[in-house]
């Protein structure tokens, strides 16, 4: 699929492009009531957080690919509400539901800018083994890698405009510091800049947007899919926990 040619919107919106306007609250951590649904055994020399895969339709799946709950989430990495629900709600998730083989949690990207195709370019650029780790290591330094593409040169970013999509994939990575992060993290430069000149990678995120818009009417980011059905008003976990609870049956 072409990549449309929509790609590069103002630095300066960056941060305040729409994303779910189900805020988070006030930054605490919500306390996760027990679970008490049977943990399905795991998998040998570990647990099911451990087991992460590819899915058909473009992301990424941990946990036990039969559990009872399949929770998918559709989140923008330039998004504070995906970044706030990762710091609040996914070590609960982790802990208390995929570790457990109970909830399968697939992450499927959903790019509102070209900043957030390139940091989803990186995220994806390992597979299935350093996706999460990747997607939550970006997460937690959101705030810093938008700063540097906000505080960037205007000329700069005015003639990253005229570029192909690769090359402004590539030019905002450099500005974000993301080879050198990846790298640190185990994703070498040279397959990070490999990922960021793939035009099948971001085509792939482009279709992903529109597969997930004419299925659920996606309202914004994070949103979540709870056994096939869209889950109104879930963008804070302690929304979302107790209908994942209500699925697993108590």
């Known amino acids: 699929m072409k990549i ?28 996760s009531n027990a679970v008490t649904a049977t943990p399905v055994a795991p998998p040998a020399n570990g647990d099911w957080s451990e087991v992460v895969s590819a899915s058909p339709e473009g992301g990424f799946i941990m946990g036990n690919p039969n559990a009872k709950v399949k929770l998918v989430e559709f989140g923008s990495m330039t998004c504070p509400h995906c970044r706030e629900f990762d710091e609040q709600g996914a070590p609960a998730l982790i802990e208390n539901y995929v570790k457990k083989g109970l909830v399968s949690w697939e992450f499927r990207n959903f790019v509102r800018d070209p900043y957030d195709v390139t940091a989803s370019l990186i995220a994806r650029c390992g597979g299935p083994s350093s996706f999460f780790g990747l997607t939550r290591s970006l997460y937690a330094d959101q705030i810093g890698w938008i700063e540097k593409i906000q505080a960037a040169d205007p000329a ?20 974000a510091g993301f080879p050198a992060f ?46 096939g059905e869209l ?9 979302l926990e107790p209908k994942i609870k209500a699925a697993l049956g108590g």
């Not at 609250?25 to 919500?30: E, F, K």
């Not at 800049?193 to 914004?220: E, F, R, T, W």
């Not at 889950?231 to 929304?239: G, I, K, P």
Request: hydrophobic fraction near 50%; aromatic fraction near 4%.
């Open 182 to 227: 990846a790298a640190m993290r185990g994703l070498p430069r040279a397959k990070s800049a490999a990922c960021l000149a793939d035009p099948a990678a971001a085509s792939q995120l482009v279709q992903m947007n529109s597969d997930a818009v004419a299925a659920y009417q996606i309202p914004g980011t994070p949103s979540f899919l709870i056994n």
């Open 156 to 175: 700069r970013m005015q003639a990253i405009q005229a570029m192909s999509p690769q090359q402004q994939f590539a030019e905002v990575a450099e500005i």
């Open 4 to 31: 449309p040619a929509l790609l590069l919107v103002s630095a300066a919106v960056l941060a305040t492009a729409a994303c779910n306007s189900d805020k988070t609250s006030n930054g605490t951590a919500p306390v």
């Open 231 to 239: 889950a109104q008003q879930t963008a804070r976990w302690q929304d």
